[in-house]
């Protein structure tokens, strides 16, 4: 049973079309399938508004192509190599990290919030994105925080500077973090 608001319609008589489309953009029939459905889905959920403008065609072709270059992007940062190792890799960086009090004594004094960051970014692994969104705030101010904290660390870590104190939280401080 068809939608009365056309949606279905505009997907059975374009499809075709959109896919190859998508193959041009990543030159594989696959990559061209999830685009496509990507775009497809994406538009289901701006169909309203984009079916009053009289051109989904082109909203949906911009989505693919702003998708592709997304994906490409990601993709680029990968590194491919010829065999995947057996095991985990350990990191004796972070081995010593952890055992090491005076890398947690030497944060105790970066402020919370710089503090968080810092952790996240270095010790978890997260990214710019998934940082600002598990903290709730902008992606500018998780660079900006790292950069401040980054920069207290240097401070307190340069050869003859006097031990760091720790910092004592207090109630209203730890609500910030």
Known sequence: MAEPDGFEQFVSE??????????????????????????????????????????????????????????????????LVEAVPEGWATDPGIERAEEDIGVWRALSVVPPRQRAVLVLRYYEGLGDDAIAERLRVSRATVRSQALRGLRTLREHLTPGAAPPQPEILTTERRRHV
């Open 14 to 79: 374009r499809a075709t079309a959109l896919t190859r489309y998508g193959f041009v953009l990543t030159g594989n029939p696959h990559d061209a399938a999830d685009l496509v459905q990507e775009a497809l889905v994406r538009l289901r959920g701006a169909w309203g508004r984009v079916r009053r403008r009289d051109d989904p065609e082109a909203y949906v072709r911009t989505t693919m192509a702003r998708l592709h270059v997304s994906w490409w992007r990601k993709r680029r940062r990968e590194r």
